[in-house]
T-cell receptor
Framework: DSGVTQTPKHLITATGQRVTLRCSPRSGDLSVYWYQQSLDQGLQFLIQYYNGEERAKGNILERFSAQQFPDLHSELNLSSLELGDSALYFC????????????FGPGTRLTVL | GENVEQHPSTLSVQEGDSAVIKCTYSDSASNYFPWYKQELGKRPQLIIDIRSNVGEKKDQRIAVTLNKTAKHFSLHITETQPEDSAVYFCAASANSGGSNYKLTFGKGTLLTVNP
């Protein structure tokens, strides 16, 4: 167990819908990273938050957004869902000032029908 | 941006043999290179990492080597066991400022250890 929690574990929804994925980092970690894992694209960095502020964006679609709250948990919002958004979504956390080690949560498997 | 290439994509070995997975990176600013093991349907687990000021690091049966000049790094697993079977990912990270340590991953290597 990495100490990073994610909910829900599984999510099945229809095209055009909107969903919210939740992540709680390890105690003491200030950074949260979101990654998307699909069969054809592998593990892709989406976005990073550090202590409540957005720090970096990767291959994140405009239909996707995220935020980090004062208690440091983070939410990833996916809207106008398409079949191709079906994937595993992981969040990872790290203590930025102590280096780069990132610890991954169990992931949320999103299926868009 | 950073690009990480990983080879081979699949690797099959006999139990007790060694396995080697190789990665190359493109960004000379990258200074942190972790390796993750992922079992089917589970989260990536950090198994070993190396920083650019070190050439080699070992942890029991697992070792990682880094050649900064050639921009490549490798994972070595000795005395492989069936429970080593999984997908292994290499990654590279550079601090581009503002506490950003995003990881760029290779495509992964499916390692199968045959009993």
């Amino acid at each position: 167990d990495s100490g990073v929690t994610q909910t829900p574990k599984h999510l099945i929804t229809a095209t055009g819908q909107r969903v919210t994925l939740r992540c709680s980092p390890r105690s003491g970690d200030l950074s949260v990273y979101w990654y998307q894992q699909s069969l054809d694209q592998g593990l892709q960095f989406l976005i990073q938050y550090y202590n409540g502020e957005e720090r970096a964006k990767g291959n994140i679609l405009e239909r996707f957004s995220a935020q980090q709250f004062p208690d440091l948990h983070s939410e990833l919002n996916l809207s106008s869902l398409e079949l191709g958004d079906s994937a595993l979504y992981f969040c990872a956390s790290s203590v930025a000032h102590r280096g780069n080690e990132q610890f991954f949560g169990p992931g949320t498997r999103l299926t868009v029908l | 941006g950073e690009n990480v290439e990983q080879h081979p994509s699949t690797l099959s070995v006999q139990e007790g043999d060694s396995a080697v997975i190789k990665c190359t990176y493109s960004d000379s600013a990258s200074n942190y290179f972790p390796w993750y093991k992922q079992e089917l349907g589970k989260r990536p687990q950090l198994i070993i990492d190396i920083r650019s000021n070190v050439g080699e690091k070992k942890d029991q049966r697992i070792a990682v080597t880094l050649n900064k000049t050639a921009k490549h790094f490798s994972l070595h697993i000795t005395e492989t066991q069936p429970e080593d079977s999984a997908v292994y990912f290499c990654a590279a990270s550079a601090n581009s400022g503002g506490s950003n340590y995003k990881l760029t991953f290779g495509k992964g290597t499916l390692l199968t250890v045959n009993p």
